[in-house]
């Protein structure tokens, strides 16, 4: 059989193709992580770039693979007290992927919006009480990639949520009945960059109808 030549235009969109494929498996990946609530796991997904950050909710943000580490080690731990877990679940759906690759195949951004249906420890209306509460999860993962010796790797990773809402009362009467403080003894380097929650008159809280934050139009 002879063999086949690729025009380089056809070699381009292979290896862009094979790119965004492998950087959506990176985040089923980490997802996998945190429903096998084994969040440690993830800090090899991530790349040893000085400047990786992770941001999850309104837990604030950690610069730096030390401080990756430290925060997912912290999360993991919090995960393994089994304390206020009777009962947890968080099924994360990420869907509608949209990646950017650039032209050298070398960096990458993406988003993923969230749907998520949940149980854990949280505060219904009349909000006075903790207690193990279904609800929805609804949002988005805005993410930069990097390849790291031939493999790509999370750069930075922020989770953004509009809204965990009670299952009954639903978004438009409570748009948020779980919170996710930073961890005790574990101080954040920035506070969140971007946190919106849902509400029933002007879409998110500090965004008007938009349901950012979104890529660029080129990479």
């Not at 235009?9 to 096998?36: G, H, N, P, W, Y």
Request: aromatic residues 14%; proline residues 6%.
């Amino acid at each position: 059989m002879a063999d086949v030549i690729f025009t380089e235009k056809q070699l381009k969109r292979l290896r862009r193709a094979s790119d965004i494929t492998e950087i959506q498996m990176l985040m089923a990946k980490f997802v996998e992580c945190l429903s096998k609530m084994r969040p440690a796991d993830a800090f090899a997904l991530f790349a040893k770039d000085k400047n990786c950050s992770i941001e999850i909710a309104e837990s604030g943000r950690y610069d730096g693979p030390d401080h990756v580490k430290k925060f997912l080690d912290a999360y993991d731990a919090y995960m393994a007290d089994p304390s206020d877990k009777r009962g947890w679940m968080e099924l994360q759906n990420i869907c509608n992927p949209c990646v950017l690759v650039s032209d050298d195949n070398t960096k990458a951004q993406g988003y993923w919006t969230i749907l998520a249906p949940s149980a854990k420890w949280a505060m219904p209306y009349p909000c006075d009480q903790e207690k193990l509460t279904a609800h929805w999860g609804c949002g988005k993962y805005v993410c930069d990639f990097v390849k790291e010796d031939g493999a790509w790797k999370i750069l930075n990773l922020r989770l953004v949520w509009f809204l965990r809402s009670e299952f009954v009362m639903g978004w438009c009467k409570q748009p948020d009945c779980v919170h996710m403080p930073a961890f005790p003894g574990l101080k954040p380097d920035r506070e969140p960059d971007y946190y919106n929650v849902y509400n029933a008159d002007y879409g998110c809280a500090s965004g008007g109808i938009e349901w950012g934050p979104y890529l660029t139009e080129k990479f």
